[in-house]
């Protein structure tokens, strides 16, 4: 399991470029700093410095130039953490998402916030994407997670992932000729399905309403229509055949993080985006 020792040495080593100033700096001998550079090597795979003849000098290798990008990043994440616990500060943080971003990156994503920062209280709200927007403007959320961008000009707005959507039947199914099961108006997904159908010419025979992700998926599974979702969603009922892909239909959509400028957690808000893995 990689250490966070090993990757404070690497990343002042790559500072500092000479192992005996790495050695002093961390008060460490020369050969733990070694030790901790192996290791980390071992434990990625991979080579990380272009060593010289007298192991003082030396160049990254490219593994070790990115390495080193993500080691920074989870050194400032470590020193954010360690100033929270230190100053035994509780910070409330609420976030809003979209039903679709939920149920794809929150669980992760709040795993990680709890792990990294357990002074961080959270308080989650899911709803469609109007209601996130409305609840950005009234000031009732800190940081927003959405898949849409209707309404956040007063905001910042930044890609955080992608999402491939399609159409999902039990069986093949027509387009023109099949009903279709959607997300209430209002949701993000809704808003691309309805784009789609438009640029397409299609007008639905029959439009059936869920709110819930699960619902529309069961309904699909029960042949009752076209089913519009994120493939995220749909993995084991495609795998066990109980859902096809109605193809060539893909439509890949961003992922936002959206927050306005002047928050008064806009550091921790700021660190808290990057522990976001993209899906795709």
Do not use: C
Not at 145 to 162: A, C, M, N, Q, Y
């Amino acid at each position: 399991m990689m250490q966070l020792d090993w990757i404070r040495t690497f990343v002042t080593l790559a500072q500092l470029q000479h192992f005996t100033k790495t050695s002093d700096y961390l008060n460490l001998s020369q050969p733990t700093v070694s030790v901790h550079i192996k290791k980390l090597e071992q434990t990625i795979g991979a080579a990380l410095i272009y060593r010289s003849s007298t192991n003082q000098h030396f160049e990254l290798t490219p593994a070790g130039e990115r390495v080193f990008e993500q080691g920074k990043k989870m050194m400032e994440l470590w020193r954010t953490m360690e100033q929270v616990n230190q100053n035994n500060q509780e910070i409330q943080l609420r976030i809003g998402s979209t039903h679709t971003v939920s149920d794809v990156l929150l669980p992760d994503f709040v795993k990680k916030i709890k792990v990294l920062y357990p002074q961080v209280r959270l308080q989650l709200m899911i709803h469609n994407h109007e209601t996130i927007v409305e609840a950005l403007n009234s000031k009732e959320i800190d940081l927003a997670l959405v898949e849409g961008t209707k309404g956040l000009e007063p905001f910042h707005v930044e890609v955080i992932s992608r999402d491939e959507l399609r159409f999902f039947a039990s069986a093949r199914m027509k387009l023109h000729s099949s009903p279709f099961i959607f997300r209430e108006k209002g949701s993000g997904t809704r808003e691309y399905a309805d784009d789609f159908l438009r640029s397409e010419r299609i007008v639905p025979v029959e439009i059936l309403e869920a709110s819930s992700h699960f619902l529309i998926k069961q309904l699909a599974v029960r042949g009752l229509g076209i089913a519009f979702l994120s493939s995220s969603m749909v993995k084991d009922e495609v795998l066990q055949g109980k859902l096809v892909p109605i193809e060539p239909y893909v439509i890949h959509r961003p992922f936002y993080a959206v927050h306005p400028e002047n928050a008064n957690s806009i550091s921790v808000i700021k660190e808290l985006i990057s522990l976001i893995e993209p899906t795709n």
